[in-house]
């Protein structure tokens, strides 16, 4: 069974940093792409980050230069580092992995499996 359990969320001031970090089981997350995924209250889901199988990454505008991706394969783990987070960042934040695409040099995850998210909160 495959299971993808986020932590590391919580509430922050403005300019202040987290990690997020989400534990594979049931398969090993070196066969997958992966992603992290937000969803702000009333809004969209929207792809924040992805990493194909090789470690090449893609990142949205609205965090690039703020928000890193890395993986752990061998302890099955994903992280996301935030730094400089703003108001706008706070949402839910979900990780996912499934298959990716390249399309013009910018990696696109499609999940196949999602986690259940860890809530991010940044306050003035």
């Known amino acids: 069974q495959v299971q993808l359990v986020e932590s590391g969320g919580g509430s922050v001031q403005a300019g202040g940093s987290l990690r997020l970090s989400c534990v594979l089981s049931g398969q090993p997350l070196s066969s997958f792409c992966a992603g992290w995924i937000r969803q702000k209250s009333g809004k969209d889901r929207e792809g924040v980050a992805s990493?194909?199988?090789?470690?090449?990454?893609s990142f949205s505008d609205s965090v690039k230069g703020r928000f890193t991706m890395s993986r752990d394969n061998s302890k099955n783990t994903l992280y996301l580092q935030m730094h400089n987070l703003i108001l706008e960042d706070t949402a839910m934040y979900t990780c996912a992995i499934g298959d990716c695409s390249d399309v013009s040099g910018v990696v696109h995850l499609t999940p196949a499996y999602w986690g259940q998210g860890t809530q991010v909160t940044v306050s003035a």
């Open positions: 990493m194909d199988v090789d470690g090449d990454t």
